[in-house]
């Protein structure tokens, strides 16, 4: 029997926010009619402030996220192209693998897994070989918990005079952590439905600048349902190639209107101060992250390294056995070695307490050494002192337009 | 900006379990259709089983918990008729206001908030007279955390030799605490949607005997919309005497489902481990819950009191506005002096202890001088403790039916 | 098997509209929340104008329609207070039984069951009997599809020095037929939530006067669950004063939005011409409405005649079990003699002509003679028309802010 | 102002029905949770029963239909390859477009809009061109209204000795028309979520054979997000490779239940007399098909030319705007010169003649020159017969089960 709620804690899908699950209880409707395109022409003008891209467009296709990567490869550049990847957890080298069996000539830098993208590495890369067409970064890592400086890549570029594309994996990055596309230069920011957007799997979602644009006019890979000139087509007038998810779609608006409500700024914010209460629970633990160092540290998932012979995968069978909580497992090479916490999307401070809660009975029950309600006091201090700090900054108390009746 | 969930612990309405909320996702449909009796006919058997009814009827009508309140006196009482109540809460003492407004001759024992029925007072009120037409009791008194025992008030009304009706509310209790209609010899058991149910309010519900349904055949006083005998002849047949709330017809179809697929017992066995849980929090906080001894503590419900100079409602507010997380405030006598944490419906091990976590700061903030993270600490030593003596009692590693497949 | 869309058109409740369906699908919260209030209280200020009243109050009890009845008689009568009434359906037969099963001493006068309320004799009778505490008017007798004229009785009152108060059951006329509380001088308007408002039964409302108030102020008819008193006191703090059914109040604001934004004028101009388009099909079927002239005729509910020797429950049950569509079938004296087709609320044109080509098929299967296509062809020449001139009437063509992008 | 219901007749997506609906209304899960793959297997398996594949597999990629038409190309084919396709209408001028774009060398017979598949033609090539590597049928051409006969293509390669695959096109017939993967040797055949299988578009599917298994793993075109292997391996130990559209997979879950508890044979028994009766009305308006003859009649769709001098896109538009119904417009080559009724998935007789209803306006209002309700009254009497027929055939009235109460 499943009894309660479960807690959800991987870092994607999301918890779906009771405003977004209202709008996706649509019925369906002709996604031809004359009236479809004021609200598909909105959608995509709106995505652009998340993406923070001005020129250039934002592309929906239904599928999920590695629909998206493949749409970049595959309309932005030809088979051998050279381009300059860097592989530092599960995902990256799931890039890596596409590139390859897309037919592109990948120079591959490995990394050790909790580390990001190596700067200066790519930089030396890109002066010793000209030719390379593209630059892909994992903005973040979410095998690892490890977000990498996209702005410093693009300054890499920059100095070596490199005229690549810059390609960027943004998955558990745009609309949660800052994600700056015209700013940084990135030329396809590839996302999905299923993370900061707060939705079910189903969109993959790509901002591409208009080198990108032009780039993908010049490609000659094969390609139809993920191309790009079809799809902008179909909207510019307002419509897709083909029929859309019409639920995600109406659930889209909702979480748009919901992230730009909030605020880009606000959003990332909160997202700093979530996961910097969770890291302080972590190390109240005793416990150590997968990333390497402070200046990797991811603010949408924390990845935990469990200590030697404990089975970090025993850490997530019995938080979703016995207590009904779902973390993410390790994958790739740290599987075992590490279990994630995701603390993306509509999550408060109140949701990360309660995901220490739960892990720490689970980290308990498989054997490891930590004092009990450790973690969960260390963030409960952290994010008093936060939002106390946050509200006298901020904010008259109690908030405008509340009524001041007293609690019956 | 609302973000993230709400973190629900009031005492009513409780969390609605998905299950239960898909099943309310209906479009209309006609309550006079031919096959709709099938639909009516095996819910009302099905909630005689967690009444644990055998002889007698549920009743349904559209409203909340109070008609069913207005219900059980209109049916079975007349005006001027002398009944036994006691007052130690404030959903006892609405009762009996309810009582004298409808023109019962109500001897009323006043005892302790936090404390429960007087049951030797009862049994030498009756024993002294015997006049007495019926004895209200509060099974579990939502606004102090106290349980009453109904099978004593049972023995003594026997023992008194009284024939008068037992008319107990069981709006926190029945679907969630151990009750059991006919065992106790209960008469009227008054229930509603929104506690055990977990449900939207707005269904009114009462278990009633034969004794009960024959004394409302000879009240006399004037009612139509709450009157049994126009609800039960359109019963027999299936239907309502008017519209009634369709969503919640079927949310209720899905919730007996739940209930009574984890068993009547196992439920009770639940509320208690997580009751249990909360209260180990409590006194690792060195505080006092508003029950006044062990004998009274409330399964689904805890009042914890506050040190003196501290305001209750400030703890709720706080809770509120700075954590999104909804505890009851204290009401009536109780008022600024406790704040209630609701763990009854679709909760868990975990759901408990975000509640103390969350409790935890919003007391810290008001000033209540306690260590953050003791109280999760001492819920979350008792409910691993509890859940490996259940799993060792109880069942197979992993559940049967799961495959043992790992986690990706 | 139930394939396909059930196709709905009995009068209440009616088809949720798919923006009122969206907005009941919400999460439990603390309706005690500080917050709340705000929330309430704009719904009940936006009640009053969809009742238009200005002055006075809407009361919303959680219960059913026939709920709000009762509420209307216990709060503003006293047992033995002399009421006149009509009795023409069985809707206004059922109130009549209500009032003397409470206790008032009725005046009832019976008209032909497809005749409105007999205002003439309604006024003799007032100048006979100064001592007539109210009058009741079922403004929409649901059961015969007839509707009475409101105004004309409270001019019939004023002519004859009358002061009592003026009760209207507008159950199936608040929010789709022309209501005019403030300008009728209505005391007290019944409504409930299944029909104009849209939504699942579950919420009785009243809009009531401040002479009505005034009345329940000094009414001392027991009541405790419908008491005005108690309801105002929570609702001046914006708050009820038990757990109101949520969903129902989230779908309500979306039903009060859409019906404001379409305008009082027009939800009543398009069931105007819904019902008249019905009219001409029922006319070319060569049947008879139970209404017996066209200043009756309900712009809501069309009850429909079926000739001698064939059983209108018939029409019903093969329209139900052989064409998935609910029609309502005949009520008390007109049972057998009748079906109705429900046109109210969220229904439009086609919707009316579904009706009609459904009914025609039963009619035929069950031995009626009628050219089967005759009703749909009349009702789709009288839309034609009304539609065109509507169009013409008023807009550009297409609608402003629809893009005039080509079918694809 | 949207008034009431839009009547949607558009060829998909189709209405989804209320028991898909409401499971599609979750919260989100994790889909690497090691009870997952009970749910997951579940479903494959029951998609095999609505392709009517024993061997093979079924394959369920994020994405539109489309996706699937490409996932079969890469999958099963090498570019360069020789392929025999047809093009008579849109869609299959698509498939024909996207095997070019792919690298296919294409085999085209063109075929006037309103045939089907030239089987002769295609036996013909096949047996000049021993090196034709596949054929591909569209079984239902959604744009004219045209279903070939895809048993008779089998029955032509295996004359021709060709060994070649056949890929099929089953988007708009696979869960709605007769199709038998197996007893045809079909090797490929696509889906989509929005069809037949009445749920928003978002899933691809694609029933795949042993023979195209083995192609696939032969295949050396390069592919990623739509590899067969990838996919394969993840669902045989019950998971996708990458995060699946959760509320589409408890949506197919409702869906196979629905269409499984139907049966497949009373699925397509259903749509062919929907069909007919649909095809019955436009023949009494006089109007002809775009299907030229009635083995290629579609009854999952009919396309209805209009009259020489009237726009059929004006047909559209003045059904949308005007009548709130959505019918399908003209696409390709028969743009303005055909609208399309789409009656497939969760339809039933009443909403067949609902969309001929309004589909009489909408041509009335544009100057078809045509009797009104005369398409309604052919297409009554035909269902009226058809129903009786079945009944009689088929079954005790009332259903078994239904209770014989009197429709109150």
Redo the contacts between chains.
């Keep these: 029997?499943k009894?309660?709620?479960?807690?959800?804690f991987?870092p994607?899908?999301?918890?779906?926010?009771?405003v977004v699950?209202?709008?996706?209880?649509?019925?369906?409707?002709?996604?031809?009619?004359?009236?479809f395109?004021?609200f598909v022409l909105d959608l995509l003008a709106d995505l652009k402030r998340v993406f923070r891209l001005r020129e250039g467009r934002v592309l929906l296709?239904?599928?999920?996220?590695?629909?998206a990567?493949?749409a970049a490869i595959s309309n932005c550049l030809d088979?051998g192209d050279r381009v300059l990847m860097a592989r530092h957890g599960h995902f990256s080298h799931l890039w890596v693998d596409?590139a390859r069996?897309?037919?592109l000539d990948v120079v591959c830098h490995d990394v050790e897994w909790g580390e990001g993208v190596p700067v200066e590495a790519f930089e030396r890369s890109l002066r010793a070989d000209p030719t390379i067409k593209a630059v892909f970064v994992t903005h973040n890592e979410t095998a690892t918990g490890v977000t990498s400086d996209v702005a410093t890549v693009r300054r890499a570029m920059d100095a070596a005079g490199s005229d690549a594309l810059l390609l960027v994996d943004g998955v558990s990055s745009v609309g949660s952590l800052d994600f700056r596309q015209d700013d940084w230069g990135v030329d396809v920011a590839v996302a999905?439905s299923?993370k900061g957007f707060m939705l079910?799997?189903?969109l993959a979602m790509l901002g591409v600048s208009e080198k990108a644009l032009a780039a993908a006019e010049r490609s000659s890979t094969?390609?139809?349902?993920?191309?790009f000139r079809d799809m902008i087509a179909a909207n510019d007038?307002?419509?897709f190639?083909?029929?859309?998810?019409?639920?995600?779609l109406h659930g889209l608006r909702a979480s748009l209107d919901r992230i730009l409500?909030?605020g880009m700024d606000?959003v990332a914010a909160?997202h700093h101060r979530l996961g910097e209460g969770v890291r302080q629970g972590v190390k109240a633990w005793g416990l150590d992250l997968c990333a390497l160092s402070p200046r990797w540290y991811s603010d949408t998932v924390t990845a935990v390294r469990v200590p030697a012979g404990v089975d970090g995968?025993a850490v997530?069978?019995t938080a979703?056995?016995?207590?009904?909580?779902?973390f993410?497992?390790g994958?790739g090479k740290v599987a075992g070695r590490v279990f994630r916490i995701g603390h993306l999307g509509?999550?408060?401070?109140?949701?990360c307490?309660?995901a220490l809660?739960?892990a720490?009975?689970a980290l308990?029950?498989v054997g490891v050494d930590l004092?009990?309600?450790?973690g969960?006091?260390?963030a409960?201090?952290y994010?008093?002192q936060a939002?106390?700090d946050e509200?006298a900054a901020d904010a008259p108390?109690?908030?405008a337009?509340?009524?001041?009746?007293?609690?019956?």
Tied chains: 1, 2, 3, 4.
């Design positions: 029997m009894i309660g709620t479960t807690h959800l991987v994607g899908p999301t918890t779906v926010p009771e699950r209202r709008a996706m209880n649509v019925a369906m409707e002709d996604h031809r009619a004359p009236d395109p004021d296709f239904p599928g999920s996220a590695t629909g990567w493949e088979r596409m069996r897309l037919g999905g299923q079910p799997a189903g094969e390609r139809c349902y993920f191309a007038v307002g419509y190639p083909y029929t859309p998810p019409l639920p995600l409500d909030e606000d909160r995968a997530c069978r979703y056995h016995r207590y009904r909580t779902s993410g497992g994958l509509d999550v408060n401070e109140v949701s307490l309660t809660a739960a720490e009975m308990l029950d004092e009990a309600g450790a969960v006091a260390a409960q201090a994010y008093r939002l106390a509200e108390w109690p908030p337009g509340t009524r001041l009746t007293a609690v019956l």
